[in-house]
């Protein structure tokens, strides 16, 4: 029995870009995938080992207790921690090289994934489902500065793959299924290519194309439009 359990939902954003990473490193970890739909994140069996009820959230037990841990960006730096011994370079011990991968993570947790849930809560909230000129203003914003990020480099935080390229694809992959074109953005256009190459993208893709699809068919009009 795995000594980890991560409990994902691949209808979640931050569950698909935690995922990329798991896909990408040594760790032996069960994958549970919970049912938003079916509200199984809201039942008590759950509920009692996270209230904030909400994915994706790990379990690492060590044999004498366990270690719970929710929101994805934490997760992600924790279980980059553990596979240091296994000297992967998508968490550097460089502390200024970590400090400029947790401020891509916190940018990707508090701007650009805020914007991508904008357009989410319009599909759902049922107040009101017509995407405006200041929700496509507010994303291209947040994408000028990922396109500041990239400039002279291949990857989010400097020439080599990351952590926080992983938060990232997740998002703009979720972006593009939401039918918002990034051809414009010449280095994000150019990194997701790169990235598309990465193990799990085909998995993350096919979760966001899902989501997209959701998100669509409860919208009135489409970034065309705007």
Excluded at 57 to 76: P, Q, R, V, Y
Excluded at 86 to 109: E, M, N, V, W
Excluded at 134 to 151: D, W
Aim: proline share 2%; hydrophobic share 40%; aromatic share 10%.
């Amino acid at each position: 029995m795995a000594p980890m359990t991560l409990f994902v939902s691949n209808m979640s954003t931050p569950s698909r870009g935690l995922l990329l990473l798991v896909r990408n490193i040594s760790l032996d970890i069960d994958i549970k995938q919970v049912n938003l739909l079916a509200g199984e994140h809201r039942r008590s069996e759950f509920s009692r080992i996270n209230p904030r009820c909400c994915v994706p959230t790990l379990i690492d037990n060590d044999g004498h207790h366990e270690f719970i841990l929710w929101e994805s960006k934490a997760i992600m730096i924790y279980l980059a921690e553990k596979c240091q011994r296994y000297g992967h370079s998508l968490y550097p011990k460089c502390i200024k090289t970590r400090a400029i991968i947790h401020q891509r993570l916190f940018h990707d947790a508090s701007e650009l994934y805020v914007r991508i849930l904008d357009i989410a809560n319009l599909a759902f909230s049922g107040v009101s489902s017509t995407i405006t000129t200041q929700h496509k203003e507010n994303l291209r914003k947040a994408l000028q500065i990922l396109e500041l990020f990239l400039e002279g480099h291949d990857f989010f935080a400097g020439n080599h793959m990351t952590i926080c390229d992983y938060a990232y694809l997740a998002s703009i992959c979720t972006l593009v299924h939401f039918g918002f074109d990034i051809s414009q953005f010449t280095h994000i256009n150019q990194w997701y290519k790169r990235m598309s190459l990465c193990e799990g993208f085909k998995e993350c893709e096919t979760g966001a194309e899902e989501f997209g699809m959701m998100v669509k068919g409860k919208l009135s009009n489409s970034f065309k439009d705007v």
